[in-house]
């Protein structure tokens, strides 16, 4: 969101890890054949599937994904590994030479589940080959949430040669990538866009999307909509599915002369969670019919039960791309949890008092208060002695109560989609407080914003999961809480696992 006062916005140093090289095939080859020309990371060749076997099975799971898209810089691309046999955490991608696109282990460390079911994670550098610079001592202050064998939310931390920033690796959303989607019969996910600071080229925000399997073939059928359920153009397109360096992957399109630019890659796990890399940065539309890259799920067989998930407690990731002020702490990507605290706890107090306080007075910010169908939470801070970090080990208490999911109304004809969904923001947001709360610019009023947004509700592993986004072409816009009044558009995503126990 955008504030008058000390505005906060992501950083944009989250950059490219590599782009993905694609080579021509001197054999023709028919896109259903498993042996499909996507030639991933520079391979010298055409790759055929193979199976893909788990060192220590039911400990280790692989996943595909990637950063978020950042002030137009395209998505990077990588897999990652976590083995919790020996607790181990790694994350291979591409980086570019002199003369090619090579595959790298960028990153090795270790993980640790904390009393909150974060994985707090320990982060060295590999330097064989990657030109990356190894950490001694490691580096700590890394976040990750796994639901084993079916996803992964992360915030790694930013990697560096020792002379410039050589990779970003930032916010990421992970799919498993063991095997190529099966699905004879149409199958339908719900999905929502990846933010990012660009209003230029927004072109969808959520949708869903019918997937059909045919041999290697993959063809994606989506139905991309605006927030404000404005509704963009369909699109039929078919991609092809093959075993990569970096795991089972979907590439669209289908041909070997695909360029970095608009090329789409998707992993489609078995439990249902998928996640694309589609370039914000490129021509065409990617699988999906518009937008970024995108985070979904499976669309359930009957309508979500609002009670359950809004009754549900969860963790995950803030993640707002206008954000760029620095504290102590990265306010960027924010670990966070929901569903601990209710509307009438003393911990929402300050949330709920600015919330009113802008509600039809004040600053006139918050047209519609939090309906029952309200998740509340918000961030991890701890204060040091140095500062303040986001520190989600619990160890020095729970998370803030400074922002609330409305999920609205569910869409009659899409189950788990809600398009009409309201963000709130509290006066106590970071870098704010409740004893030092975010004031209006030429008002004096205590501030709190809402604004339109869509989620996304399904089940991994029967763990409800919630993805949001809040768009940069937003329709209606929240308003900018000062004297202006001038509609703002707020790019912004929240990302939920459900807690495990």
């Keep these: 969101m955008v504030i008058a006062r000390n505005p906060f916005r992501f950083r944009e140093s989250i950059l490219n890890i590599a782009s993905l090289g694609i080579k021509r095939c001197d054999a023709l080859l028919s896109s259903v054949l498993l042996g499909l020309c996507f030639a991933v990371l520079a391979l010298t060749g055409c790759e055929t599937a193979h199976t893909v076997t788990s060192p220590a099975a039911g400990q280790v799971s692989s996943y595909f994904g990637g950063p978020f898209s950042v002030a137009g810089?395209?998505?990077?691309?990588s897999t990652s590994t976590f083995d919790h046999s020996t607790e181990q955490v790694s994350v291979s991608a591409l980086l570019s030479t002199e003369t090619a696109q090579v595959p790298s282990l960028i990153l090795d460390g270790t993980f640790a589940v904390a009393d909150t079911g974060f994985l707090n994670v320990t982060e060295n550098f590999a330097t064989s080959g990657s030109g990356l610079v190894a950490e001694n001592p490691p580096v700590t202050g890394a976040w990750a949430l796994e639901i084993p064998g079916g996803g992964v939310l992360a915030n790694f931390l930013t990697l560096h040669n020792g002379i410039g920033l050589a990779a970003s690796a930032g916010p990421a959303a992970m799919a498993e990538n063991a095997?190529?989607?099966?699905?004879?019969?149409?199958?339908?996910?719900?999905?929502?866009?990846?933010?990012?600071?660009?209003?230029?080229?927004?072109?969808?925000?959520?949708?869903?999307?019918?997937?059909?399997?045919?041999?290697?073939?993959?063809?994606?059928?989506?139905?991309?909509?605006?927030?404000?359920?404005?509704?963009?153009?369909?699109?039929?397109?078919?991609?092809?599915?093959?075993?990569?360096?970096?795991?089972?992957?979907?590439?669209?399109?289908?041909?070997?002369?695909?360029?970095?630019?608009?090329?789409?890659?998707?992993?489609?796990?078995?439990?249902?969670?998928?996640?694309?890399?589609?370039?914000?940065?490129?021509?065409?539309?990617?699988?999906?019919?518009?937008?970024?890259?995108?985070?979904?799920?499976?669309?359930?067989?009957?309508?979500?039960?609002?009670?359950?998930?809004?009754?549900?407690?969860?963790?995950?990731?803030?993640?707002?791309?206008?954000?760029?002020?620095?504290?102590?702490y990265d306010i960027t990507d924010l670990a966070s949890s929901y569903g601990d605290d209710a509307a009438t706890s003393s911990a929402c107090a300050?949330?709920?008092?600015?919330?009113?306080?802008?509600?039809?007075?004040?600053?006139?910010t918050v047209p519609v208060l939090p309906s029952a169908n309200t998740l509340y939470g918000g961030e991890y801070i701890t204060v040091t002695g140095s500062g303040a970090v986001n520190d989600p080990t619990g160890a020095n208490g729970s998370e803030n109560c400074d922002t609330a999911i409305d999920l609205g109304t569910q869409?009659?004809?899409?189950?788990?989609?809600?398009?009409?969904?309201?963000?709130?923001?509290?006066?106590?947001?970071?870098?704010?407080?409740?004893?030092?709360?975010?004031?209006?610019?030429?008002?004096?009023?205590?501030?709190?914003?809402?604004?339109?947004?869509?989620?996304?509700?399904?089940?991994?592993?029967?763990?409800?999961?919630?993805?949001?986004?809040?768009?940069?072409?937003?329709?209606?816009?929240?308003?900018?809480?000062?004297?202006?009044?001038?509609?703002?558009?707020?790019?912004?995503?929240?990302?939920?696992?459900?807690?495990?126990?």
């Design 73 to 77: 810089s395209d998505l990077g691309t």
């Design 179 to 328: 095997a190529c989607p099966n699905f004879p019969s149409q199958t339908s996910f719900v999905y929502v866009t990846t933010p990012r600071t660009s209003l230029a080229g927004d072109t969808a925000d959520y949708g869903e999307v019918n997937i059909t399997t045919e041999g290697a073939d993959v063809t994606f059928n989506a139905m991309p909509f605006l927030i404000g359920s404005v509704a963009q153009t369909t699109s039929t397109v078919t991609g092809g599915c093959s075993d990569s360096t970096l795991g089972a992957l979907t590439a669209y399109p289908v041909n070997s002369f695909g360029l970095p630019s608009n090329l789409d890659l998707v992993s489609i796990g078995s439990s249902g969670f998928f996640v694309s890399s589609f370039s914000s940065g490129g021509t065409g539309q990617g699988a999906f019919g518009g937008g970024t890259g995108v985070i979904g799920i499976t669309e359930l067989s009957q309508p979500v039960n609002v009670s359950a998930v809004v009754g549900a407690k969860y963790n995950g990731f803030i993640y707002a791309p206008l954000n760029h002020v620095q504290e102590t």
């Design 350 to 364: 300050a949330l709920q008092s600015s919330l009113i306080s802008n509600n039809g007075q004040g600053a006139n």
């Design 411 to 501: 869409d009659p004809k899409t189950n788990g989609l809600f398009p009409n969904a309201t963000v709130f923001i509290g006066s106590n947001y970071p870098p704010f407080s409740a004893a030092s709360p975010w004031t209006c610019t030429g008002t004096g009023s205590i501030c709190a914003v809402s604004f339109p947004a869509a989620a996304v509700v399904g089940q991994v592993q029967g763990q409800y999961v919630i993805f949001l986004v809040a768009s940069a072409a937003s329709s209606p816009a929240a308003q900018l809480p000062d004297t202006s009044r001038i509609p703002q558009p707020q790019p912004i995503g929240i990302y939920l696992f459900q807690k495990a126990n």
